[in-house]
Nanobody, 116 residues
């Protein structure tokens, strides 16, 4: 059974940093790419970025490019989202997603609030 569990969200001031984690289980983690999405109140869920496997190639939405970094630790079955220079418009629930055998699996999300 594929499971994704996000953690690391919280309240941070503008300009601050957070690192989100997504712990995966139930599939061969090192063989699959993973993505981070976010959904702000009243808005559609949007792609933040993704990381491939095995190359670890990453790409990002323009809104986070240069501020956010996605990485993975295959030994820990974990993908990370390092968020720097956070802005109020980064406030959202952040989700990780895995596509395994043509099925999409989502975590429960973790809330990130950027506010002074």
């Amino acid at each position: 059974q594929v499971q994704l569990v996000e953690s690391g969200g919280g309240l941070v001031q503008p300009g601050g940093s957070l690192r989100l984690s997504c712990l995966a289980s139930g599939f061969a983690f090192s063989r699959y790419g993973l993505s981070w999405y976010r959904q702000a109140p009243g808005k559609e869920r949007e792609l933040v970025g993704r990381i491939t496997s095995p190359s670890g190639y990453t790409n990002y939405a323009d809104s986070v490019k240069g501020r956010f970094t996605i990485s993975r630790d295959n030994a820990k079955n974990t993908v990370y989202l390092q968020m720097n220079s956070l802005r109020p418009d980064d406030t959202a629930v952040y989700y990780c997603k895995a596509r395994v055998v043509q099925n999409d699996y989502w975590g429960q999300g973790t809330q990130v609030t950027v506010s002074s």
